[in-house]
């Protein structure tokens, strides 16, 4: 072989042996971007796979049919379950699983009308152990080429704190709503006890109050078959209400109180007992309330019960102190009343025949049921001004002369200025401040004239005259009640309001 054919053969090898070169590096380079491509795709599972297994709502993917082909540890959780896999040989129906009967036909209509997804879908869901929890749901149905669901996939998340809080709040808003009309303790404590009996669906319930001195409970209020126990005593430290009272907590019957994770204690006598709820003020029992019927108490109920009978005690306890203020106002206002009229003993009894009569002519003329405590307080307290008169012009026996008139007229001024003061007497001031105010416009103090004159005072002058001139005194007799109709009737449009005075005229005297 010659030198120039050696040559050739030597350069064609060598190409030969490049090419080759090139091709095994071809083929490493993607044996090693296969593996490279391997590990990435593992990476990328095993990220996926931890969010899958540690994401705070449940993750499921499920059959068009509803059974389950996979669920993630907090699925398993919600629902009760150990792991998922337990999941997985516990529940075969997703629909039963996850759709409350109530429910499904809506979660269906949804599901069809959106295109197959449904979002934040809220029902009642069926644990393991066969308890309701309330829950969030969303779902998306994916599809196969020929448009039919391959399977469905999405979240589930346990909403029932939030549904139970925000169940709180609105018994809590509705029972303050109620509660701000109510005009008395006994009007308030009967708006209590229907809302807990609305609200918990309760066949009885009874408001227990704690005497604290006896130590015996009083059930002042029941509704229900229980109605007729009202002002029954019950020994403290017996039965259902008697363990709540002592222990200050939530109390079951023995029978029912495991289930319910609550204190047990043994039934009153009273079959039908559920649960009994202490009612605390500073963590000082005031008494309790008694539910009854036949429905369980669960966890809802107990935390529902809970908030509603802290706001409960907090009322009863402020009306009840309200109660006892207003009480003892009164018990002053009637002790003022009498000692005036020891002081002038012309007018002994006079405040408290008018207050009666004031009070019935107030309800004839419409006014309201409330503005009826003030009506009482400013007719007891009418004269209280005279307080500031001297005894040398109050008790004089003969005529007054123009000076001591001068001064006997300050006293609506004085009994203005005694009451203002105080608050809780400010609105009962119409009646001491304008009794001598008249019709026309000749009275005392300010000279008010009509509808300027306030209506309290309008309907208790009229009384006021009519009691004076029933009434004996030094300088004359009393007068028949039909000469008083009759100057009562003369002085309609003068001394009186006209409307008032038919009003009055009308009426049945004692």
Known sequence: MNARSNRFAKQHMTEELVELRQRVACLEKSEAEQRATAEDLRLVAEKYRSIFDNAVEGIFQSTPEGRFLMVNPTIAGILGFQSPEDTLRGVSDIRRLYVHPEDRTEFKRLMAEQGGVVRGFETQVYRKDRSIIWTSLSAKALCNKDGTVAYYEGTIEDITLRKQRAREMAAIASLGAALRGVRDRSEMLAVILHHVSMLLKAEEVALVMLEPASGQTVIELAEGKWRGWSGSRLPRGEGVIGHSITLNRICLPKKRAHDAGLHGAEPDGHQDAVVSVPL??????????????????????????????????????????????????????????????????????????????????????????????????????????????????????????????????????????????????????????????????????????????????????????????????PYRSSWPEEKVRSHIYRESGRQFDPEVVELFLSMDMP
């Open 280 to 473: 605390l003020v500073r963590g000082e029992i005031i008494g309790a309330f008694w539910i009854g019927g036949n429905q369980d108490i669960g966890a809802d109920e107990v935390h529902l019960l809970s908030a509603i009978s802290e706001m409960a005690a907090n009322a009863i306890h402020r009306a009840t102190l309200h109660d006892q203020l207003t009480l003892a106002y009164d018990t002053t206002i009637e002790g003022w009343s009498r000692a005036l009229d020891l002081r002038d003993k012309e007018t002994e009894g006079h405040s408290l025949r008018v207050t009666e009569m004031t009070l019935r002519l107030a309800r004839v003329v419409g006014i309201s049921d409330a503005d009826l405590v003030h009506v009482r307080r400013g007719a007891l307290l009418h004269d209280i001004g005279k307080m500031g008169i001297p005894d040398n012009i109050l008790l004089k026996p003969a005529c007054l002369t123009a000076g001591e008139w001068e001064i006997m007229r300050r006293h609506p001024c004085y009994a203005h200025e005694m009451l203002f003061p105080v608050d809780f007497l400010r609105s009962a001031l119409d009646i001491p401040h304008c009794h001598h105010e008249k019709w026309d416009g000749s009275g005392y103090p300010r000279g008010l004239k009509g509808e300027h004159i306030p209506l309290l005072a309008r309907v208790f002058t009229i009384v006021d005259v009519w009691d004076a001139l029933r009434s004996d005194r």
